[in-house]
C-alpha cells in the first residue's frame, strides 16, 4: 500500500506505480489527483472515490500482467470503460482507493468479416465507432443509445446495455458471440473465433456480459453484425390509454415486420419537451399517451405498417407518419429530448425498471399513488421502451440522498414481478435493492460463482453483489 | 446403497426407493429391471449403463425433494428428458448406477401470453407440442429438428440445441428468457417472469443453458416466441464448389430478408438419398456442391431472393425453385433424407463440428484427405447448415471403438479454429477431446464453476467436464 511519501509521479513513487509503469508506459500510470480526477467522479456527478491510480493498459497482456502486480498487492481494482455508466459501477467507492483500471486504450478495431457478418473489437472501442465500422462494410450494428460517443463495447458488454432496438435484436448480449477476458487470476480466457455454433461446455462469454466488472475484465469482443435495413418508417401515435399502446405495440410486433422500435410517453412529458425543446405539438390534439414506432428493412417496411394503421381506424389527430429523414427525426425528438427536458426541471432520480407486459398498464397507473404518496411535491416523468416493458421512471424534486421515492418505486415494481434495473444495471446505486429482484438461493448462486472467479474479491469490490 | 434383497419394487425396497416412491407415487419410481431398461440405452444404442432406478417426478418441489433425498444418501442423478441425445449425456456411465431423474412427467404447458408472444412450459414438454402451442396462438417457436416428437424442451435447453433455423433465430439459448430449474443443494431458482429486459446480475438461465444438466436440473422454461412466417420460399442451387455455397449463403444472408434455412450437401450425398428414398434427381445435371435456402416472412418473401438469383445468373440447370408446399417439402427432402440414407451404409461415425465461415471450403477439402488417411476404406459423407458453419461429418466403415478417425477430424477442426460439438453438445461421447476446443484457463473456470454450483459432483457425472 502507499506509503506518506506518495506525492504522483514526478516525486516518489511507490513500487506499485513504478512496476505498472514498466508495463504499460510511464504516461500510463496516473497518479497525480488532477490526472486521475476526471476517472474518480462519473458523469452524473453522483458517484466519486478516490483511486490509487489510473492504469491504462494498451493490450491484452498488459491487462493481465496489471491484474497479477494488482493482486500480489493485494490492491483491488475497478475497471471503466466511457464513464457513461448511471449506477456507480465504474468508479471508486469511498474509503477504497482500488486501482482504477480504464480499458479505453484497448481499441483494437478488426476488419469486418463480411461473409460472416462479424468483427472483433477490443473494450475500449466506442459504439460510434463501432457502428461506423459496421456501416463501411454494408452491415449494422444494432445496438444503439444515446451515449454512442463516449460508450465503450467493453463497457456495454458489461452492463448488457439495452437501448432504443432491443425488441427487434436484443440487448448487446444478443450481440456477443464471444469475449476475451483477463480472470482475477491474471490468466486470459479468448473466445474470439467468431463460431455461430459452439456447444462445448458453459459459456463463460455469455457469463460476463451483465456481471458488471465483478468476474473479469472484458478486452476484446467478437461481434455479430445484422444486416442494414436502410429504408425505415416513424410513426407516432395517441392514444387513450396505456393499456392501447402495449396492445397496439404487441400487435405490431406480431404483424409488422421489421420493428425495431416502440417507444411510449405522455402527455405531461411531451408537453415538457415541446416547453423546453420549442417544437410544436405534433399533433392538433393532445392525447393521454403515445406511441412511437419505427420500422426498418431493406425494402420499404411500411406495407404492414399502414396496413395495420388501417385496421385501428384511429382519428386523423391521432397519426403522424413519417419516411423521410428529417420527418423521422422530428417525431423521434419528442421521445429523445426528454432526458434533457427533465434534466431542466432538476437532478432526477432516475429509476431504470421492467415489468411483465402485462402488468405495465397497471405499473403505469399505480407508480404515480406510489411517488405522490412518499414525496407529495415531486414532480413524476415516465417514458420508456414499451416493446420491453421497460419504463424509465424519472422524479424530481427530493434531494439526492433522499431514497424514499426510490425505495417506494423499487418496492412496486417487485411487488408486480418487475426488475429493478430494466438495463442501467445494478452498480453501487442499486446493490442495497437487488433482493428486490433476486431470491436468496440465486444470491447464493451468484455468490458462489463471484467466489469461484475471484476468491479474494478483488474486481469492482461493492458493485452488484454489495459487501460481499 | 441397495442391499442384495433388492428385487424390485413388489419385492423388498430399499429404503430411498420406499422414500421417493412416497414422494413421487409408486409407479413413478421405476426399479425392476425391464422397466428400466428404455432410459439405461440411448437411441443410438451406443451409451448405455444400470441405474439404481428411475425416478418420474411430476412437478419441481417433487424434483427438489428427489435431489434433496439422493443427496442425502450419496447418490448420483444422471437427469434425462426425450433421450434424443447423440452424445451419451443422457444414460448412466457403466459403473455409476446413478438415480436416473425423467423429467417426462414435467408437462406444465401455459397458456401463450399473446401479447407478449412468450409461454411458460415444463422440462418435460416435447418439441412438438411446444410448436403447436405456438402455431395455435398466432405465433411460431423457431427451434426445429427431427426429433421434434420426442425431443423435450429441457433437454434441448440443456444442450443448447441447434437445427436448421439457427442462421435466422439463434439456438434455443436464444429463445429462453429465462429458467426454473433445482440445483444440487435442493434449492429452486426460478426466472419464469417473462421479463424482456433485466440487468439484476448474473444471468444464471443462460449459464444453464448448454451445460448439459451438469450444473442444476432444468424443470421448466419461460419461452420468447416469434412472429409467424406463413409465406415461404425454398431454392435449391447446384453450384461449382464449397466455396461458392459460402459465398452465396453469405450474400443471401446480407441482402435477402426472411433467410431461415442455408444448408450445403455434395453430390455423392445426393447420389445415396436419390438412390435410397427412390427420388428423382433434382436437376438435369450434376454439381459438385448443392445449396438449399428457405425464406420465410408475413408477405411472400420471394422477391429479394428473385433478385439475387438474377444476379448470379446461374445456368437453368442449377436452379430449382418451389414456393408451394409439396414444392417446398420436395426440395428439402435432399437435404433431411440424408440421415437415414447414410444410416443404411451402416452406424456412421456422427461428428458435428463447426468452423468459422471463411475456413468452411478449406475444412471441406481437407477432411477428404484426413479421413482418407486414418481410414482409407471408410465412406465420407458430408451435410450441413452453411449458415452457420456447422458440417456433420458422417464416416461409415471404421468400427464404432475404434476412434482414430474421430480423433483425426477433431484434431483437423481444433487446428482450423472450429469447434468440436457445433450442436450435439460435448456429453460423454466427446469429454476426450475438449481441451481440443478449449484451453486449460478456460476449462479451469468451468471446473471452478461446476464445483461452485454442485461441489460434490452428483449431476451428471462423467458428461461434459469428464472425470472431473
Not at 457513461?84 to 459501477?89: A, C, E, S
Not at 463480411?114 to 445496438?143: I, K, N, S, Y
Not at 425495431?260 to 392538433?284: K, T
Not at 435493492?433 to 448462486?445: F, G
Request: charged letters at 20%; aromatic letters at 4%.
Amino acid at each position: 500500500m502507499l506509503g506518506a511519501g506518495f506525492v504522483g509521479k514526478d516525486g516518489p513513487m511507490p513500487d506499485l506505480a513504478r512496476d505498472l509503469a514498466a508495463v504499460v508506459g510511464e504516461t500510463n500510470v496516473l497518479v497525480e489527483p488532477d490526472l486521475r480526477a476526471p476517472f474518480e467522479t462519473d458523469w452524473t456527478g453522483r458517484f466519486h472515490g478516490p483511486a490509487l491510480m489510473v492504469v491504462r493498459p494498451g493490450a491484452t497482456d498488459e491487462v493481465a500482467e496489471v491484474v497479477r502486480r494488482a493482486a500480489d498487492e493485494g490492491v483491488p481494482i475497478v475497471v471503466q470503460g466511457g464513464n457513461t455508466g448511471l449506477v456507480g459501477g465504474g468508479v471508486p467507492a469511498p474509503g477504497v482507493a482500488p486501482l482504477l483500471l480504464s480499458t479505453v486504450r484497448l481499441t483494437r478495431l478488426d476488419q469486418v468479416d463480411t461473409a460472416a457478418g462479424q468483427l472483433t473489437v477490443g473494450a475500449g472501442v466506442t459504439l460510434g465507432r463501432l457502428q461506423e465500422a459496421a456501416d463501411r462494410a454494408g452491415w449494422t450494428f444494432p445496438v444503439d443509445l444515446a451515449a454512442r460517443d463516449s460508450a465503450t463495447v467493453g463497457g456495454m458488454v458489461a452492463t448488457n446495455a439495452g437501448g432504443l432496438k432491443v425488441v427487434r435484436y436484443g440487448p448487446m448480449r444478443s450481440q456477443v458471440l464471444g469475449v476475451e477476458a483477463v480472470l482475477a487470476n491474471g490468466t486470459v480466457i479468448s473466445r474470439l473465433g467468431g463460431l455461430m455454433k459452439d456447444n462445448t461446455g458453459y459459456d463463460l462469454s455469455q457469463l460476463l456480459v451483465g456481471s458488471e466488472g465483478t468476474l473479469g475484465i472484458v478486452t476484446a469482443v467478437r461481434i455479430r453484425l445484422a444486416p442494414s435495413q436502410p429504408e425505415k418508417v416513424v410513426a407516432l401515435l395517441g392514444l387513450p390509454a396505456t393499456a392501447d399502446c402495449v396492445e397496439v405495440a404487441a400487435a405490431m410486433r406480431r404483424r409488422v415486420e421489421g420493428l425495431e422500435a416502440a417507444e411510449l410517453f405522455f402527455q405531461d412529458g411531451l408537453d415538457l419537451v415541446v416547453r423546453h425543446a420549442g417544437l410544436p405539438a405534433p399533433m392538433s390534439r393532445e392525447w393521454p399517451a403515445y406511441l412511437l414506432v419505427e420500422c426498418a428493412g431493406a425494402a420499404d417496411p411500411s406495407e404492414g405498417l399502414f396496413e395495420l394503421l388501417a385496421d385501428l381506424d384511429l382519428p386523423e389527430a391521432a397519426t403522424a407518419v413519417a419516411t423521410d429523414p428529417a420527418g423521422r427525426q422530428r417525431l423521434w425528438a419528442y421521445r429523445e429530448r426528454h432526458t434533457e427536458a427533465i434534466a431542466s426541471l432538476g437532478v432526477p432520480h432516475k429509476l431504470d425498471v421492467s415489468v411483465p407486459l402485462d402488468a405495465l398498464a397497471d405499473f403505469e397507473r399505480r407508480v404515480h399513488g406510489v411517488v405522490s404518496g412518499a414525496a407529495p411535491a415531486a414532480t413524476l416523468v415516465l417514458f420508456g421502451h414499451i416493446g420491453d416493458g421497460n419504463l424509465h421512471v424519472n422524479v424530481v424534486g427530493p434531494p439526492d440522498d433522499n431514497e424514499t421515492v426510490d425505495d417506494s418505486v423499487l418496492r412496486l415494481v417487485a411487488d408486480m414481478g418487475g426488475s429493478i434495473s430494466a438495463e442501467h444495471g445494478v452498480g453501487r446505486a442499486k446493490a442495497r435493492w437487488l433482493s428486490l429482484s433476486r431470491t436468496e438461493s440465486e444470491l447464493a448462486v451468484m455468490r458462489a460463482v463471484k467466489t469461484a472467479l475471484d476468491p479474494s474479491g478483488r474486481f469492482n469490490p461493492g458493485v452488484l453483489l454489495g459487501d460481499w
